[in-house]
């Protein structure tokens, strides 16, 4: 099966999407997510300009070889944008080749060892009352796992707090937007938001937390002890990863779980968070981290370490991705997590997809490949347009961590 024409869609319903379409001379074609937020036309650039001329005329069928191909034939590994670019080729031709088989993508990645994915909603609110408001509306759909973020006294804005509900970091505009950041009132209140949550909530829920790089090493491992009485299903990203070392320190001191990841796109991201046991949940995702491919493989050393696997499902990825990344849930010994932020409507109808949910399970459902497409003509209608995340700086207007 040969490839006769691949091409990038970029389309913004509501945010930015980046996607690849692999077509085949036997009429199948399949489609990967390409989307890095904020730089997405660097991604959709990577593929057209130099990875689509050297997929056409090749066997559809041999993705080890292809991505082998890409990934040491440019010789510059590694990076966000080369291992998006990966990914979305990768994703597309196990689209094609479940497609092919006329099976649901899970059955060729050895079946499944689920009956569904375990999914964890986000709950924010300006304050304590209004994010646990929001944790009942998401346990009355059946959530079994909830993220929780909450405004912090003295800061206008905060990661994952939002007006109205719905959280969207990524902000259409030329520029980044800038938000103010201290550590010691967030520390300060981090506990008293999931003491509240305990008391109001009981025990019968998973509860998690995303600090988003915020804190240095030791103020982590503060953060981690003052929340182990809340039993947290996991602390996630609670200092940046460059130096995989840093979890030695937060771990030497804490049992609260840590997760990490959503940033790294490769196994050498992680291969010393995992084989010293420094981190319990895996957040690398499908799109950012070479494919199921390269997945698999992250997947399969933190089996070995028990860590198990929580993929990044934020907005900013693609129904292709999330469709891609539920068959991965099913089929992987370790699976530990699904995030799922809903998207809206506008996007939900621009990717047709298999996968549904319920009482606090997904299921990618059975359709043949990973079960996503893309109407391409209201793609069109939703033209990009630029959006940035934003930008952290201290009070004294020094630049932190976003
Ligand atoms: C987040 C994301 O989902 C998460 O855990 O950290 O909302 C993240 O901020 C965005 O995906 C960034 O693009
Ligand atoms: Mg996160």
């Not at 057209?48 to 070889?65: K, M, S, W, Y």
């Amino acid at each position: 099966m040969r490839i006769t024409n691949a091409y990038v869609i970029v389309t913004s319903p509501g945010r930015n999407f980046v996607t690849l379409k692999i077509v085949t001379d036997e009429g199948v074609y399949g489609i990967g997510d390409a989307t890095l937020n904020g730089r997405e036309l660097a991604v959709a650039s990577y593929l057209t300009d130099h990875v689509i001329p050297c997929l056409i005329g090749r066997d559809a069928h041999q993705i080890e070889d292809i991505w082998q191909y890409l990934y040491k034939g440019a010789y510059w590994r590694r990076g966000p944008v080369t291992m998006s670019a990966i990914a979305a080729v990768d994703m597309a031709l196990w689209d094609i080749k479940a497609k092919a088989a006329n099976m649901p993508l899970y059955q060729l990645l050895g079946g499944k060892c689920r009956e569904g994915a375990m999914v964890y909603a986000h709950a924010n609110g300006r304050d304590i009352a209004e994010a646990l408001d929001r944790v009942d509306y998401y346990q009355e759909k059946g959530f079994k796992a909830i993220r929780i973020q909450a405004g912090v006294p003295g800061l206008d804005k905060v990661y994952g707090v939002v007006k109205g509900g719905v959280y969207e970091p990524a902000i259409r505009a030329a520029a980044p937007d800038e938000t103010p950041w201290a550590t010691e009132p967030y520390l300060d209140h981090a506990p008293k938001l999931f003491e509240a949550a305990r008391e109001r909530f009981g025990w019968d829920l998973h509860l998690l937390h995303d600090v988003h790089h915020r804190l240095t090493p030791i103020e982590a491992a503060r953060l981690g002890k003052s929340l182990e009485p809340y039993r947290l299903f996991w602390m996630e990203d609670p200092t940046p990863a460059e130096n995989q070392e840093a979890f030695h320190l937060i771990r030497q001191h804490t049992t609260t779980p840590i997760a990490v990841g959503e940033v790294f796109n490769s196994i050498h991201d992680c291969r010393e968070l995992i084989q010293n046991q420094w981190i319990d949940y895996i957040r690398a995702t499908i799109v950012h981290a070479g494919g199921i491919t390269h997945l698999r493989r992250i997947a399969a050393l933190a089996d070995l370490y028990q860590v198990r696997t929580g993929c990044h499902g934020a907005t900013d990825l693609s129904p292709v991705c999330m469709g891609a990344a539920l068959h991965f849930d099913l089929s992987v010994p370790n699976f530990g997590v699904q995030e799922y932020m809903m998207h809206n409507a506008e996007t939900d109808a621009v990717f047709p997809h298999a996968y549904t949910y319920a009482d606090g399970y997904m299921h990618p459902g059975e359709a043949p490949g990973h079960g996503v497409d893309i109407d391409e003509e209201l793609a069109a209608k939703y033209p990009y347009t630029p959006a940035y995340l934003p930008v952290a700086r201290l009070r004294d207007g020094s630049m932190w961590n976003w």
